[in-house]
């Protein structure tokens, strides 16, 4: 099915207000589905410049969701990088070993944003997207400590990141 198709298929989910309903059937389409998450709820309405999407739920428990209602007003790739972004978190929260550094989790979580490692049917997204996307995984890079055993860890995917962010500019 081509991307159009799919977008028009989410398209008709969101008119008639079956947005839980359009995110299930792109875990299917995409090959997302995991049955560590409990599933998706609604949280406060997305705005152009601020889409947050949550994972929630205990160490080893099923995880649940949280994603604006809103969320197919946004492009699909976006919706889609930030539903696989929230997949990742399912993955280290319910997988032994857990991921239990946020900083890590967040890194890991950027990273599969960028280079579709875990989930490579996903769509590219912008460049602008990319870029934002890389950078705030820096972020969560640089919060693991300076020389830290984590940093050391990574140093090779940072630097793939810092090398895409070149490409970008």
Known sequence: MKLEDIKQKIETF????????????????????????????????????????????????????RIP???????????????????????????????????????????EMNFHILFPQVPEISKFHKKFFAQKGLEYYNRMGQGSELQQKYAEQKKQVEDLIASLE
């Not at 995409?30 to 409990?38: A, E, G, P, R, S």
């Open 69 to 111: 209602q809103n969320t197919f007003e946004f492009p699909l790739e976006l919706m889609l990088i930030l539903i696989a972004h929230e997949m990742v978190h399912v993955n280290q929260k319910t997988i032994k070993p857990y991921i239990l550094d946020k900083n890590e989790r967040e890194w890991q979580a950027y990273y």
């Open 14 to 65: 969101h008119k008639n207000g079956q947005v839980i309903n359009a995110v299930y059937w792109l875990l299917k389409k995409y090959n997302l589905k995991n049955k560590n998450l409990k599933g998706f709820e609604f949280r406060e309405n997305a705005k152009p410049d601020f889409i947050l999407m949550t994972t929630e739920g205990e160490f080893g428990e099923p995880q649940t969701i």
